[in-house]
């Protein structure tokens, strides 16, 4: 299954920065579309500059914008904006970040690129949509988590409220933004004029969290921070042991006897307060001390054997880069060598994660562009003149100024 075939003939026309414009675009890079990333003169898009770097480049960046050609332009310069809807005229689908009502300003706007592409796909990013009240507001993943509630309920029942580590809400969007994407190709046939789409990060937030709002809804009720637990059952948390943490998930109560018998504990299998899964998640607190004081008299080691053995599901709390090395994460080859765009690679040993849908790695992985790195033979197929050409870009080895988005 070639799935770097999907979308070949495909072109995608990226104007968005940051996490999740850029992720969608990958996507459909990896699958095969071209992708024409356009960024500023110079400085390239934003998350160029963050840290940490590997070599020349930030890791952010390079994380989701392999398979990308791109094309260093100044759009608020008029010459700049017309070669890139003179790209776009040639697009198939367009995804762009922009805040509210900057598209438009630019010239940009979905109309702007209706009008030279009436079958151009549109995607708008953006975090809190472009309605009268979200019009306004600026917004982050973190922004996001703490709007939706979703930082309210993590963290420990006596701590701070925390921000979920991964960019959850960002790549979340950038997979709703994809899918928004390939539904709309599908309509294509029965709807052959231009359509927009929306994907915004406040939508995906509320999403990731569908159960606890279905809760929230039905009870008046929603969870608040239980640490590594559950709110729908127990024991289900990381718990303590004499050199570590382990997680055990023991949902049911058919599980609950397992973990009881492998631990030895027979007296909390037995006690009242523990009876069903309701009782146990009324009483989440004794539970968990209860379950810790046998789980300090040995290491996590030992526990994980014999609970594993009686059919318990459970886990080592790992770090990252014991769970990298893990036999299991090498098995699925989940990491891979990056092909370079020429003879001399501009990152020295650049790895790249595969597409979780890639499991027979026939997805090309080539190193993201440098800015600018394929200006001027995009723009040759835009149909540019030599002289347009070199208007735009004056020396192919030194970028225009800088030109703020």
């Not at 890079?29 to 160029?48: C, F, H, W, Y």
């Not at 037995?270 to 309701?278: C, E, G, K, N, S």
Request: net charge negative; charged share 25%; glycine share 8%.
């Amino acid at each position: 299954m070639s799935l770097d075939r999907t979308y070949r003939g495909l072109r995608v026309l990226d104007l968005s920065e940051n996490i999740a414009g850029p992720l969608a675009c990958l996507i459909l890079a990896d699958l095969g579309a071209d992708v024409i990333k356009v960024e500023r003169p110079r400085s390239g898009e934003a998350t160029r500059s963050l840290p940490p770097r590997w070599g020349p480049e930030s890791t952010v960046f390079l994380t989701v914008n392999r398979n990308k050609r791109s094309a260093a332009l100044d759009i608020t310069d008029p010459v700049g904006r017309d070669a890139v809807l003179r790209i776009a005229a040639r697009s198939d689908i367009v995804v762009e970040s922009f805040r509210p009502g900057v598209a438009e300003r630019l010239g940009l706007g979905f109309a702007d690129l209706r009008r030279v592409n009436p079958r151009v796909v549109h995607c708008k990013v953006s975090a809190f949509g472009t309605g009268p009240l979200g019009h306004d507001r600026p917004g982050y993943d973190a922004i996001v988590q703490a709007f939706t509630g979703i930082m309210e309920m993590t963290g420990d029942p006596d701590g701070r409220p925390v921000r979920a580590a991964p960019s959850i809400v960002d790549v979340s969007t950038g997979l709703w933004a994809v899918t928004a994407i390939q539904a709309a190709l599908a309509r294509r046939a029965d709807e052959p004029g231009a359509q927009h789409l929306e994907a915004t990060l406040v939508d995906s937030a509320f999403f990731l969290m569908c159960h606890q709002v279905m809760g929230y809804l039905g009870t008046g009720t929603f969870p608040g921070r239980l640490g590594s637990g559950a709110p729908s059952t127990a024991p289900y948390q990381a718990f303590r042991t004499a050199d570590g943490a382990m997680m055990i998930a023991a949902a049911t109560d058919r599980l609950f006897e397992k973990m009881c018998l492998a631990l030895d504990i027979p007296d909390v299998l037995t006690d009242p307060r523990f009876r069903t899964v309701a009782d146990r998640v009324r009483e989440r607190d004794a539970l968990t001390a209860a379950i810790e004081a046998r789980l300090a008299t040995a290491p996590a080691e030992h526990w994980l054997a014999r609970v594993s053995a009686a059919g318990v599901p459970a886990g080592p709390v790992n770090d990252l880069a014991t769970a990298l090395a893990h036999p299991v994460t090498l098995e699925r080859a989940l990491v891979r060598d990056a092909e370079p765009l020429t003879d001399d690679p501009r990152i020295d040993g650049l790895k790249q994660l595969r597409l979780p849908i890639d499991t027979e790695g026939s997805c090309a992985m080539r190193e993201p562009p440098a800015v600018g790195q394929h200006t001027a033979e995009i723009l040759t197929e835009a149909g540019l003149s030599p002289d347009e050409i070199h208007r735009l870009v004056p020396d192919p080895m030194t970028e225009a100024t800088v030109s703020p988005r």
